[in-house]
């Protein structure tokens, strides 16, 4: 992962975010263990309506590099993150767990 994948994300976003009244947007971050791939979704919903998820990118990379594409997308936009497929693991630089805990599906 490197700055074109943050580009990419950002310019994938954007016309995507459209600040609606009522609306809930945040970005989930998806590890992959059968491909080894860390895939983005951009996730809306709006009051009283569905959910709706967006696949915007599929990286592959180590934790150190996530953690370098999270605070670079964190200086374009202030979503919340959901993680899942990362029970167990930590961030390389603070040693805090990444899922604090496990998603009935995993």
Do not use: C
């Amino acid at each position: 992962m490197d700055r074109r994948d943050v580009d990419l994300i950002v310019a994938r976003i954007q016309p995507l975010f459209a600040q609606r009244r009522n609306t809930r947007y945040w970005l989930l971050i998806a590890n992959d263990p059968y491909d080894h791939a860390i895939n983005f979704f951009f996730n809306q919903q709006s009051l009283g309506h569905r959910l709706k998820s967006t696949p915007l990118h599929s990286a592959t990379g180590d934790l150190s590099e996530l953690e370098q594409v999270i605070s670079a997308l964190g200086q374009h936009f202030q979503f919340s993150i959901e993680y899942t497929g990362f029970t167990g693991m930590r961030w390389p630089s603070t040693w805090h767990l990444i899922e604090k805990k496990k998603e009935s599906g995993e």
